[in-house]
């Protein structure tokens, strides 16, 4: 039995990174998916791809630096995937951040995302606020508009995969991991697929199963270390109209934390909702709660909206177990080694959308000791995604 080099369990926006890049540096790499690629979390985003203004303010600055160098690959490879767009903050009288400070961190965000064009900002004259898709005048006291960019995450994660494929990568769609163990040199895994039972063998393993990381860890013998993890469900509503400027980004009313409405395929997208999911991973769906906060908030903002509601999903994110608020917790992506020194198991917890590329190099790199020497065959960073 030939030894892969790598083998991915899991055909999210981050399992498919991991095999383009494996792929890409020379390695043989094989993905498993027990769905189809994006079935999960990566088609239920919020479809940004973005630096994370909002992360300044908890001091993240090397996750939003990184992930607008992200961004900036992602519009040179990718632009029929990836679109600039405007992105507006309404600042009224009873926002909880004061326009300075705003304005402040709107400022670093150019200067971290190095100043160009694309990271300029600026505010809106109040004589252009009545052609804001019809946004609550009153009590408005600032408009700020900035760049940041978006995408249909879906068809980002099968460009990835084809991209993956095209450079060598094996991806069987439709196979379930089941177990792998230990051996010389590697480990022996197992999967089901619609034809029956299969196994393969591998020099190292990588988990990025998403909100199912730690019940792959369960099958994997010997024990290897986990993180406890709290799955977060984001509910997202597809609304009968939408704005047609661009991203709104605003307050919610209950909580002050960030709801966006963006345009989406003709319709209006809106979202999203944080609260801790304690069910099966595949059991997600939008709560009536969710979609009556989402759905106030948007008749506060946009009351001349149509906000009927055509389509609905909830997606989950991965977020370390810990105390304090949900959406204040850190978003940045952990690689946690497996055992051994050095290890051939490595597992992704959490990341973001735009950060894909680079959590995928950050994954081999903990694995190249044990991986062969062999010639690269490209960059991710100039490969045409399409």
């Given amino acids: 039995m030939t030894m892969i080099d790598v083998l991915v369990i899991g055909g999210g926006i981050h399992g498919t990174g991991v095999a383009q890049a494996a792929a890409a540096a020379g390695y043989s790499a094989l993905l498993v998916e027990r769905e189809t690629l994006g079935h999960g979390t990566s088609s239920k985003s919020s479809k940004l791809i973005h630096g994370g203004l909002r992360y300044l303010e908890s001091g993240h600055f090397g996750l939003v630096r990184e992930s607008l160098r992200e961004r900036r690959i992602l519009l040179r490879i990718a632009p029929e995937l990836v679109k600039p767009v405007r992105f507006y903050i309404p600042v009224y009288d009873d926002t909880s951040r004061p326009a300075w400070q705003i304005r402040a961190g709107l400022g670093f965000y150019a200067v971290l995302g190095g ?16 052609g804001l898709d019809g946004l609550q005048l009153r009590g408005l006291r600032k408009v700020f508009q900035y760049w940041d960019a978006a995408t249909d995450d879906l068809q ?38 619609i034809e029956g039972e299969g196994e393969e063998e591998c020099r190292t393993l990588v988990n990025a199963a998403g909100p199912w990381v730690n019940r792959v860890l ?53 979202g999203t909702t944080e609260k801790v999911f304690t069910g099966h991973p595949d059991g997600t769906k939008p709560s009536r709660d969710e979609v009556d906060y989402l759905l106030e908030n948007v008749a506060h903002y946009f009351p001349n909206l149509d906000a009927t509601v055509i389509e609905s999903w909830s997606g989950l994110r991965v977020l370390l177990r810990g105390q304090g608020d949900l959406f204040r917790r850190p978003r940045e992506m952990v690689l946690l080694p497996g055992a051994g020194k050095p290890p051939r198991l490595v597992t992704l917890y959490g990341g973001k959308l735009t950060g894909y590329r680079a959590s995928a190099l950050k994954a081999l790199k903990q694995l190249s000791p044990v991986l062969p020497t062999v010639p690269p065959r490209a960059d991710t960073a100039e490969l045409p995604l399409e």
């Fill in 115 to 130: 100043l160009g064009k694309e990271n300029r900002f600026r505010s809106v004259p109040r004589s252009q606020w009545g």
């Fill in 156 to 193: 980002l994660t099968q460009a990835i995969g084809r991209s993956a494929a095209n450079l060598g990568a094996a991806i069987r769609e439709h196979t379930e991991f089941l177990s792998a163990t230990a051996v010389r040199g590697g480990f022996k895994v197992r999967f089901r697929t």
């Fill in 218 to 270: 369960e099958k994997v013998d010997p024990a290897q270390p986990r993180i406890g993890i709290d799955l977060v469900q984001g509910t997202h509503l597809v609304l009968q109209d939408g704005p047609s400027m661009g991203v709104y980004y605003t307050e919610a009313l209950s909580d002050r934390r960030g709801i966006f409405l963006m345009p989406w395929k003709g319709h209006g997208l809106l």
